[in-house]
């Protein structure tokens, strides 16, 4: 993917014109951002433990999700 302005892009800066590997695309692999885990509410976390194979998803508090669910996406 050619770079249409400077970007900094998987810790590498790229300029305008530059090709940045796909493998350093901008979107996350997992759909979810370190931030984006920080700002959902527990019932969201509940929920997304569930889909990501966390067992018992709902009997966990939302801080102990959030610090599951980071390290489980590796994030």
């Not at 090709?19 to 350093?24: A, D, L, R």
Request: proline fraction near 3%; charge should be positive.
């Amino acid at each position: 993917m050619l770079a249409t302005h400077t970007i900094k892009c998987g810790g590498k800066w790229y300029n305008a014109g530059d090709n940045v590997p796909e493998s350093n695309s901008l979107a996350s692999p997992v759909g979810y951002t370190k931030a984006d885990i920080n700002r959902m509410r527990t019932a969201d976390l509940q929920k997304l433990g569930r889909e990501k194979g966390i067992e018992n998803a709902d009997s966990f508090s939302g801080a102990d999700l959030k610090k599951m669910l980071i390290d489980l996406m590796q994030l």
